[in-house]
């Protein structure tokens, strides 16, 4: 357990956001209570994004260093992240239909996001199309570290130097943190540090049940 | 109850699904290290 201490935080640092995400009062803005949706969506985003990051580090560790276990990890990174990058984008249209009027207004946040999940299932049809192991690993390691560039130039830059965009918070620094207080700011970090060690160990869960797999298809293959 | 403190019921419905779905992650985690255990008891 004592290597857990961070998962028990993670849902306590999720359950004060979830209770004080409904209860704190928010300033007036002309999207009503669904400002509350940062304290959930974008945590999804920085969930993607610490994610990403993990398999980025594997990606470099496995070139530097040549260990499968850091091929595998990065690969269960990207898998995680698509999982959350998803999750952000559905939560967005969700709320993008009930303010904007449509799901999807072509707005460069959006158009961001989306373009570098593509890059990301890109690299997952890169690996299916690889059959030589050792192959697969290094020139998907390659093609990881230029999808974590990408992915922060798409979601991290190039919304913020758009003039044209509708999404909350655009036009004074971080595209995500605009229109809050700082009452919010209270259960937004919080909230974002959970999101982001909740993602690390659902990766925690996906990568050992990978390494119990792999250990299983070796073992069938000797038999 | 009065409506304004409605709220709190849908707070406390998603804290139980929180708190149920971490103590769900901790059983798939504890299923995990005892798979893990046979894997190293079968390499020695």
Same mark, same amino acid.
């Given at each position: 357990?004592?290597?857990?201490?961070?998962?028990?935080?993670?849902?306590?640092?999720?359950?004060?956001?979830?209770?004080?995400?409904?209860?704190?009062?928010?300033?007036?803005?002309?999207?009503?209570?669904?400002?509350?949706?940062?304290?959930?969506?974008?945590?999804?985003?920085?969930?993607?994004?610490? #994610?990403?990051?993990?398999? *980025? @580090?594997?990606? =470099?560790?496995? %070139? /530097?260093?040549?260990?499968?276990?850091?091929?595998?990890?990065?690969?269960?990174?990207?898998?995680?992240?698509?999982?959350?990058?998803?999750?952000?984008?559905?939560?967005?249209?969700?709320?993008?239909?009930?303010?904007?009027?449509?799901?999807?207004?072509?707005?460069?946040?959006?158009?961001?996001?989306?373009?570098?999940?593509?890059?990301?299932?890109?690299?997952?049809?890169?690996?299916?199309?690889?059959?030589?192991?050792?192959?697969?690993?290094?020139?998907?390691?390659?093609?990881?570290?230029?999808?974590? #560039?990408?992915?922060?130039? *798409? @979601?991290?830059? =190039?919304?913020? %130097? /758009?003039?044209?965009?509708?999404?909350?918070?655009?036009?004074?620094?971080?595209?995500?943190?605009?229109?809050?207080?700082?009452?919010?700011?209270?259960?937004?970090?919080?909230?974002?540090?959970?999101?982001?060690?909740?993602?690390?160990?659902?990766?925690?869960?996906?990568?050992?049940?990978?390494?119990?797999?792999?250990?299983?298809?070796?073992?069938?293959?000797?038999? | 109850?009065?409506?304004?403190?409605?709220?709190?019921?849908?707070?406390?419905?998603?804290?139980?699904?929180?708190?149920?779905?971490?103590?769900?992650?901790?059983?798939?985690?504890?299923?995990?290290?005892?798979?893990?255990?046979?894997?190293?008891?079968?390499?020695?």
């Amino acid at each position: 357990m004592k290597n857990n201490w961070w998962k028990i935080l993670s849902i306590l640092l999720l359950l004060y956001a979830i209770i004080y995400g409904f209860i704190v009062e928010i300033p007036d803005s002309n999207i009503g209570d669904t400002l509350r949706n940062v304290f959930y969506h974008v945590g999804m985003w920085f969930a993607m994004l610490g #994610v990403m990051f993990t398999g *980025f @580090v594997n990606s =470099l560790k496995f %070139l /530097s260093k040549g260990d499968m276990y850091n091929d595998l990890k990065a690969n269960q990174s990207v898998l995680v992240g698509v999982f959350f990058g998803l999750l952000g984008i559905i939560t967005g249209m969700v709320w993008a239909e009930f303010t904007w009027g449509e799901p999807w207004a072509n707005d460069p946040h959006l158009n961001g996001a989306a373009v570098s999940l593509l890059v990301y299932f890109a690299y997952l049809i890169l690996r299916s199309a690889i059959p030589d192991e050792e192959k697969r690993a290094r020139v998907s390691a390659v093609y990881n570290i230029f999808a974590f #560039v990408i992915l922060i130039v *798409f @979601v991290g830059i =190039l919304p913020r %130097l /758009s003039n044209d965009t509708l999404h909350p918070g655009s036009g004074d620094g971080n595209p995500a943190f605009g229109d809050m207080d700082a009452q919010m700011r209270y259960v937004f970090y919080p909230a974002l540090i959970g999101w982001i060690m909740l993602s690390q160990w659902v990766l925690q869960i996906r990568t050992r049940s990978k390494v119990i797999e792999e250990f299983i298809e070796e073992k069938e293959l000797n038999l | 109850m009065e409506d304004q403190y409605k709220i709190y019921v849908v707070v406390a419905v998603l804290s139980i699904i929180l708190i149920g779905i971490a103590a769900y992650m901790f059983a798939i985690e504890r299923k995990l290290t005892k798979l893990e255990a046979r894997i190293d008891d079968s390499n020695n």
